[in-house]
């Protein structure tokens, strides 16, 4: 067993489930793991289809983005990745879709407030829109990296798609769905012109701190990597 087989099956395994589930589409949206305690991530290759791949198709790069195994180009969004991990210690796995509900949202530039328990406690507080940028590029990645330090576990990113963090693959996957049952919930909702109602504001708080100290357990496995 090679030093990064785990993440390469992991990402390949809940690729093709998401792709199965519609959250992913065609070549859109990627995915990563991070190596546990290492200066590294695996992540999906460059527009190839999730149904086709295999752990070999997987990429390891480290945080400079310098390749570590594997032979095809990683995802266009490698260095947003990159940047997740460095400001999110208790982050060691990435999804980023274009689900349909979530970019819904993203193109009404409408972020979701705190509507159900189950939300507040694996999401956050609320999921926060993040400014466009063009995908792929360094505006995209600085602009990423200054919005996810606010601890949310879920981001609709603005005309573009969704970003999902989780201490582990499982949770990230599981968050995405958790994601687009609140976004799909919440248009029906707006669609009524009635109103809206969110979960009172300490139970939201408890929530959340729950999860802070669950992150806080995380972040510590990940606070002294030399990222150089
Ligand atoms: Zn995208």
């Known amino acids: 067993m090679g030093l990064y087989d785990s993440a390469k099956g992991q990402i390949v395994d809940t690729a093709q489930r ?6 992913l589409m065609a070549t859109g949206g990627n995915l990563s793991v991070r190596i546990s305690g290492k200066n ?62 979530a970019s819904t949202l993203a193109l009404l530039n409408v972020s979701i407030p705190a509507l159900f328990d189950e939300q507040a406690l694996f999401l956050g507080r609320s999921v926060q829109l993040i400014p466009y940028a063009p995908s792929g590029t360094g505006l995209l990645k600085n602009t990423i990296a200054r919005h996810v330090r606010d601890h949310n ?33 919440y248009l029906l ?12 504001l300490p139970v939201r708080e408890i929530a959340f701190s729950k999860l802070r100290k669950d992150q806080r357990k995380f972040e510590e496995a990940n606070l002294n990597i030399n990222f150089e």
């Open 189 to 200: 909702a707006l669609c009524t012109n009635r109103k809206v109602t969110r979960i009172p």
């Open 40 to 101: 590294a991530f695996a992540i999906t290759p460059s527009n190839y289809d999730y149904l086709k791949m295999i752990p070999d198709d997987i990429c390891v790069l480290d945080f400079g983005l310098n390749p570590l195994e594997g032979s095809r180009k990683p995802s266009v969004e490698t260095s947003m990745h990159a940047a997740i991990y460095q400001a999110r210690p208790d982050v060691n796995a990435v999804v980023h879709t274009h689900q349909v509900y």
């Open 18 to 23: 998401l792709t199965q589930k519609g959250y």
């Open 153 to 185: 576990n879920a981001y609709i990113m603005k005309n573009h798609g969704a970003l999902c963090f989780g201490h582990d693959v499982e949770r990230a996957e599981h968050n995405v769905e958790i994601l687009e049952k609140c976004a799909l919930a």
